[in-house]
């Protein structure tokens, strides 16, 4: 039987792709969206699909998302809930910390009252490596402490998996709680890759790369992404509140690396001018080694290597953006 998937933030980067996987496999699709980084024209190929509806609400807001819950309700009975909201911008929820407490803390507590008004079993949350804070050199797995975040965005991510955590206990039959690395394709609407393109837009003789370029990171295409997170929620457990990272198997590679391939795609010429120190911005862990072991046992591998996503996304973004 087909379930009805809610997706809280489908109009984004990860949710629009989610949400054609979903309707791919016969599913009945609600997109919820505020449209303040998703677009319209990420989700207008499912318009004509008749198992696909989308509402324009601010689930930030309790009558916002009443109102989202009551209209998908309509539709029929909600089997599950995909919770992609949260401001995907660290540095401005920096400067601003009222842009996460809303967008990244505040979506999840209302969802969470009207998981509990429809009674709906299931929630899969969008959480973030950002919950780890700075470890250095060491491997972060699902268990490690204690969890110190260094940016405004990983805080509202722990606030809410803990929160999460808490409805396990008194209303929600089981979370499935996914923590990304850093997850790269299309539709971009922000990123390293992205970033450096949009650069050379303005200068292609040029690149001012924040940082001295040594930051090294894992990164993930999001087709991977999203069948890794589809697996875990097939998997049987007896724990109601499931952790899992997400993440390649590899390494990692730089950021020096990343902008050496993006100024050869689009101009071999062009001057890198690298900032001072490993950190990009403030609140940027400049080094992690992530551990998926957990995501392993589970039977599961990415088709793409750190450096094969990149490439990829580099050749994606390219077209995105139109750059000749």
Same mark, same amino acid.
Request: glycine fraction near 6%; hydrophobic fraction near 40%; include cysteine.
């Given at each position: 039987?087909n379930? @009805?998937?809610?997706?809280?933030?489908?109009?984004? #980067?990860?949710? +629009?792709?989610?949400?054609?996987?979903?309707?791919?496999?016969?599913?009945? !699709?609600?997109?919820?969206?505020? #449209?303040?980084?998703?677009?319209?024209?990420?989700?207008?190929?499912?318009?004509?699909?008749?198992?696909?509806?989308?509402?324009?609400?601010?689930?930030?807001?309790?009558?916002?998302?009443?109102?989202?819950?009551? $209209?998908?309700?309509?539709?029929?009975?909600?089997?599950?809930?995909?919770?992609l909201?949260? $401001?995907s911008d660290?540095?401005?929820?920096?400067?601003?910390?009222?842009?996460?407490?809303?967008?990244?803390?505040?979506t999840?507590? =209302? *969802?969470? *009252?009207?998981?509990?008004?429809?009674?709906?079993?299931?929630? @899969?949350?969008?959480?973030?490596?950002a *919950?780890?804070g700075?470890?250095?050199?060491? =491997?972060?797995?699902?268990?490690?402490?204690?969890?110190?975040?260094? &940016?405004?965005?990983?805080?509202?991510?722990?606030?809410?998996?803990?929160?999460?955590?808490?409805?396990?206990? &008194? @209303?929600?039959?089981?979370? $499935?709680?996914?923590?990304?690395?850093?997850?790269?394709?299309?539709?971009?609407? @922000?990123?390293?890759?992205?970033?450096?393109?949009?650069?050379?837009?303005? $200068?292609?003789?040029?690149?001012?790369?924040?940082?001295?370029?040594?930051?090294?990171?894992?990164?993930?295409?999001?087709?991977?992404?999203?069948?890794?997170?589809?697996l875990?929620?097939?998997?049987?457990?007896?724990?109601?509140?499931?952790? !899992?990272?997400?993440?390649?198997?590899?390494?990692?590679?730089?950021?020096?690396?990343i902008? =050496?391939?993006?100024?050869?795609?689009?101009?071999?010429?062009?001057?890198?001018?690298?900032?001072?120190?490993?950190?990009?911005?403030?609140?940027?862990?400049?080094?992690?080694?992530? +551990?998926?072991d957990?995501?392993? +046992?589970?039977?599961?591998?990415?088709?793409?290597?750190? +450096?094969?996503?990149?490439? /990829?996304?580099?050749?994606? *973004?390219? /077209?995105?953006?139109?750059?000749?």
């Amino acid at each position: 039987m087909n379930k @009805h998937s809610l997706i809280i933030g489908g109009a984004g #980067f990860i949710g +629009s792709n989610l949400s054609a996987k979903l309707l791919l496999d016969g599913n009945q !699709v609600t997109v919820v969206d505020n #449209f303040s980084r998703g677009l319209y024209v990420y989700l207008s190929e499912h318009i004509k699909n008749e198992r696909f509806n989308f509402f324009n609400f601010d689930v930030a807001h309790r009558q916002h998302c009443m109102d989202a819950f009551e $209209n998908a309700h309509k539709i029929s009975k909600i089997d599950e809930v995909w919770h992609l909201a949260a $401001n995907s911008d660290i540095p401005a929820g920096i400067s601003n910390p009222d842009i996460d407490l809303k967008d990244t803390f505040l979506t999840t507590f =209302e *969802i969470l *009252i009207q998981i509990r008004k429809y009674d709906i079993p299931v929630l @899969h949350f969008a959480s973030s490596s950002a *919950i780890y804070g700075d470890f250095g050199d060491d =491997e972060i797995y699902e268990t490690i402490g204690p969890l110190l975040p260094i &940016s405004n965005y990983g805080a509202m991510k722990l606030a809410s998996e803990a929160q999460i955590s808490a409805a396990c206990e &008194s @209303h929600l039959s089981r979370a $499935n709680i996914f923590r990304f690395p850093n997850v790269v394709g299309i539709p971009a609407t @922000h990123g390293v890759i992205l970033d450096f393109i949009n650069k050379l837009k303005i $200068n292609k003789e040029e690149l001012t790369v924040l940082g001295n370029g040594t930051q090294k990171k894992a990164y993930l295409h999001v087709s991977d992404l999203v069948s890794a997170m589809q697996l875990v929620t097939t998997k049987e457990s007896l724990q109601k509140t499931i952790l !899992v990272n997400i993440g390649p198997v590899d390494d990692g590679v730089t950021v020096k690396w990343i902008a =050496e391939k993006v100024i050869e795609r689009i101009n071999p010429k062009a001057r890198i001018i690298y900032g001072e120190g490993a950190k990009g911005w403030l609140g940027d862990v400049p080094k992690f080694n992530y +551990s998926t072991d957990r995501l392993k +046992s589970f039977g599961w591998s990415p088709r793409l290597s750190s +450096s094969e996503s990149i490439l /990829k996304a580099i050749d994606e *973004i390219v /077209k995105q953006e139109s750059v000749k």
